[in-house]
């Protein structure tokens, strides 16, 4: 029996999975959530969940190869969580729990092998396209940041290339973008597309907007969350509350909308959003398809299924006919980046 083991390693939980593989796909057998802010160092969270997987299985597992994306950068086989002090070694986990083969990749990467095993319930589909096959694979993500990857066919299978195109620049489209980069250049030394497309752009959004003299109501709750992010809290859930009052809402002139200012947030950021998938569509076209991940675009679905989003994303001058016939997903299963982390582990075997 050949098992595997595959983590979504992220700054506050850990989603760990063991799973048997066979010639034509793979049973999970167990798996297990840890918060981990609980334990003092990931070593300690895998000899928590090969305990529990021994409890449930009645054995302990014996593992052939195990995949961790962990939500960090990955060199020379080790990486760590800042935030938590965990330091990660391929060789040493290896050693330590007697697994021949233990692989670290970034959690973005993991989302990119994570985009070739899902099904069609884990999509909502903005456009159909049309399936070139072995073409290249865009993946981008908005979450706290912005992540953009894609993948190419080496003559056997699909490769995932990370890339840093959430840093490239911010390109202003029209005059209130151009106040919104001259407003963040008063803050950074350079505004890259991460500053507005991500969940860090959303509060900077609402920020700007607030700040302009004809800037509609604040509500007290959200400039709460606000002013606590702006203190430097950073959990404050800011973001959330500025995309939940929006989907709340109706639209901007209507009578039922309670909160204009995170409305036009929301649009403000959807159009910005759209903007760079469209732009990383142009770089890669990618006829095996374009898939947006990331936490935010299930959470905000709602205000991605108008066809405002596609036709922003769409919207590229004379090129725009190019990207008619592209898969564009949006992917609305949360678990995409363990599920790569798993192919990944199996593939290594």
């Known amino acids: 029996m050949t098992q595997i083991l595959a983590g ?19 049973t999970i057998l167990y798996e297990q959530r840890f918060a981990g802010a609980d334990y003092v160092s990931f070593s300690d969270v895998l000899r928590a969940f090969l305990e529990a997987a021994k409890i449930h299985l009645g ?23 800042t935030n938590l002090g965990w330091s990660f070694d391929s060789d040493r986990l290896a050693e330590e729990f007697n697994i021949a083969k233990v692989s670290l990749i970034n959690d973005f990467v993991a989302v990119g092998y994570g985009v070739l095993g899902l099904q069609p319930h884990d999509l909502h589909t903005l456009q159909d396209g049309q399936v070139v096959e072995r073409s290249p694979i865009g993946v981008i993500g908005a979450g706290t940041g912005l992540g ?13 290339y990370p890339t840093e195109g959430g840093h490239a620049d911010f390109a202003p489209r029209n005059e209130l973008e151009i106040e919104l980069l001259q407003y963040l250049l008063k803050r950074h030394d350079r505004v890259s597309v991460e500053r507005v497309a991500s969940g860090t752009g959303i509060v900077a959004i609402y920020q700007f907007l607030r700040d302009r003299q004809v800037a509609p109501p604040e509500s007290a709750e959200i400039a709460e969350k606000v002013r606590l992010w702006e203190a430097g809290d950073l959990t404050s859930g800011a973001a959330s509350a500025i995309a939940d009052a ?18 036009q947030t929301m649009q403000m950021f959807v159009s910005a959003y759209a903007s760079e998938v469209g732009n990383l569509a142009l770089k890669l076209i990618p006829n095996g398809g374009l898939y947006i991940a990331g936490g935010i675009a299930p959470k905000i679905l709602p205000l991605l299924q108008d066809g405002t989003f596609l036709q ?19 992917v609305i299963n949360p678990e995409v980046g363990l599920i790569g982390a798993m192919l990944y582990a199996a593939s290594s075997i």
Request: a negative charge; hydrophobic letters at 35%.
């Open 312 to 330: 922003i994303l769409k919207n590229k001058g004379r090129v725009s006919p190019i990207l008619e016939d592209i898969p564009i997903h949006i």
């Open 246 to 263: 929006a989907l709340t809402n109706c639209g901007i002139n209507s009578e039922t909308n309670t909160d204009r200012l995170a409305t």
């Open 59 to 81: 054995e302990l597992p014996t593992l052939s190869a195990a995949c961790f994306g962990i939500a960090g950068p990955v060199r020379d086989r080790r990486s760590q969580l």
């Open 148 to 160: 953009e990857a894609f993948l190419g066919w080496n003559g056997d299978r699909y490769e995932v």
């Open 8 to 26: 979504d390693i992220g700054g506050t939980k850990t989603l760990l999975r063991l799973a048997e593989k066979h010639y034509d796909g793979l």
